[in-house]
């Protein structure tokens, strides 16, 4: 089984200042691992996905996130955020070995403020 | 691309009533789809997942006849909740997961939101 922690709820930030959202997982067996945001009343959008090679991987948006499979997380940064960056971003996992199931972190709130 | 659809995007029912949600891949064939739960300010829990041709798989705590699934087509599948009660008002999502893709890959519809009067 594989769980997900996003320990902040909430992560208010001024325009155009850097931002980390944080993202823990525990799993048994390997995993792809994602970041998804959600705008309101909104279906989610993959924003950014980890499924091998380089560690670092990077948005069309700005958006990078780095694997680090020694303190198992997936955090998520930008240098520079934007008030269109607010939202509620997802982290989730899910296993390689098939199944398909995803299994998500319980979301963080990016308010981007003037 | 990789568009998926649902409909209706929100809908208002009476209790005791039953409401069918449907989620379409537009330009892609689904082998597997997947119904989420969405309730405010919380993540997604998984209900089902369901193949083409075959019979939805629940998560532990669905219950399978209060919500029904049908994935007749490789481009369709639908929730129907049946006599629907002020609890299951929530935000409803679905995807689809391409055809033979080996990244585990989900994209996502855009939701559809119950409330149960």
């Known amino acids: 089984a594989q769980s997900v922690t996003q320990l902040d709820s909430q992560v208010p930030v001024f325009e155009e200042a850097p931002v980390e959202l944080r993202c823990n997982y525990s799993s048994s067996v390997s995993v792809y691992l994602f970041w998804y945001v959600q705008y309101p009343n909104q279906g989610l959008q993959l924003l950014l996905k980890?499924?091998?090679?380089?560690?670092l991987v990077e948005s069309i948006n700005g958006f990078e996130a780095e694997f680090n499979k020694s303190q198992t997380s997936f955090h998520l940064r930008k240098p520079s955020v934007h008030i269109s960056d607010t939202a509620e971003y997802f982290c989730a996992v899910s296993p390689t070995g098939g199944g398909n199931k995803l299994t998500f972190g319980t979301g963080t709130q990016l308010k981007v403020e003037l | 691309g990789a568009v998926v659809s649902q409909h209706p995007s929100w809908v208002i029912c009476k209790s005791g009533t039953s409401v069918k949600i449907e989620c379409r891949s537009l330009?892609?064939?689904?082998?597997?789809m997947f119904w989420y739960r969405q309730f405010p300010k919380q993540s997604l829990m998984l209900m089902a997942t369901s193949n083409e041709g075959s019979k939805a798989t629940y998560e532990q705590g669905v219950e399978k006849d209060k919500f029904l699934i049908n994935h007749a087509s490789l481009t369709l599948s639908t929730l129907t909740v049946t006599s629907a009660h002020p609890e299951d008002s929530s935000f409803y999502i679905c995807?689809?997961?391409?055809?033979?893709?080996?990244?585990?890959?989900?994209?996502f519809g855009p939701g559809t939101r119950l409330t149960v009067l």
């Open positions: 330009d892609f064939q689904a082998t597997t």
């Open positions: 980890y499924l091998s090679g380089s560690t």
């Open positions: 995807s689809a997961r391409k055809r033979a893709r080996s990244s585990n890959e989900q994209f």
